[in-house]
């Protein structure tokens, strides 16, 4: 399994993701998710991965191949990112398609869903999340992050912090501490940590970071929420007598 993140607020976009693969419990592996494109100076594409490691990689080989021969379409002709979303998708329904027809493969699962992050031009930073099925959503202002993966343990926080209005830093704090309790609570999510802050019409990667697990940022990061977390609870109203209380009835 995998846990990647995409926020995009007014100042930019910030993209999370882990770096473990597993294929059971005793073939635990560590794969990077994301994936930064070297286009043309006018644009800046990411991609985050998640799903089967096979058919990624095929998605990413072809998408690099068409770029370096000029193919009709390619990561540096597309206009818009939605229209790189949308060639995005057909090859990944292609390369799946591919793995299931494969002989005695009927049971093997080969999905596989992106983000597909960056901007193209005047157009406006984005994100994209596309399906296995090779369609496509992007955020909006009520829903200012996409996720990928095993998605669950680090969404509260999210919901509850990230506004369009919200610093990209601040964001970005936000990001880590839903991968970091993602970590906490599921053993197939598990760093290195990486991370890209792209700040608006930048056209500029150069703000990325890499966590391993003892990294001293983190570990300080990890201690000050839980820390917060337990003077939050402490913090909460008590429970007054005065409260209706309901009768336990034994059933």
């Keep these: 399994m995998t846990y990647c993140i995409a926020a995009s607020i007014d100042e930019g976009l910030i993209l999370v993701s882990d770096s473990r693969t597993n294929a059971g419990i005793d073939n635990v592996s560590t794969h990077g998710k994301m994936h930064a494109f070297d286009t043309h100076n006018d644009r800046k594409i990411v991609l985050l991965c998640a799903g089967n490691l096979a058919t990624t990689q095929a998605v990413l080989e072809q998408l690099h191949r068409d770029k370096i021969k000029g193919a009709g379409i390619n990561f540096n002709t ?10 995005l998708g057909h090859i990944s329904v292609d390369k799946q398609n591919q793995h299931k027809n494969t ?5 093997f699962n080969a999905s596989a ?12 930073h984005a994100a994209y ?10 955020t909006s202002a009520n829903t200012t992050f996409l996720q990928i993966g095993e998605n669950k343990y680090g969404k509260p926080i999210l919901d509850r912090f990230l506004k369009l209005e919200t610093s990209i830093d601040e964001a970005a704090r936000c990001c880590l501490v839903s991968m970091d309790s993602t ?5 197939s999510v598990g760093p290195p940590v990486e991370m890209l802050i792209y700040r608006t019409n930048s056209f500029s990667l150069a703000d990325y ?3 391993d697990d003892d990294n001293d940022y983190m570990l300080q990061l990890r201690r000050s929420w839980e820390n917060k977390l337990r003077e939050a609870i402490g913090a ?7 409260l209706t209380k309901r009768m336990r009835v034994n059933l």
């Excluded at 909460?236 to 005065?242: A, R």
């Design 113 to 124: 869903t992106f983000i597909l992050a960056g901007q193209i031009g005047n157009e406006p």
């Design 78 to 87: 597309v206009e818009c990112l939605s229209e790189a979303a949308e060639y």
């Design 236 to 242: 909460l109203p008590p429970l007054e007598l005065s």
């Design 209 to 211: 970071y890499c966590f």
């Design 183 to 187: 970590i906490r609570s599921n053993a």
């Design 103 to 107: 002989e005695g493969q009927s049971a």
């Design 129 to 138: 999340m596309v399906y296995a099925e090779g369609n496509y959503i992007t």
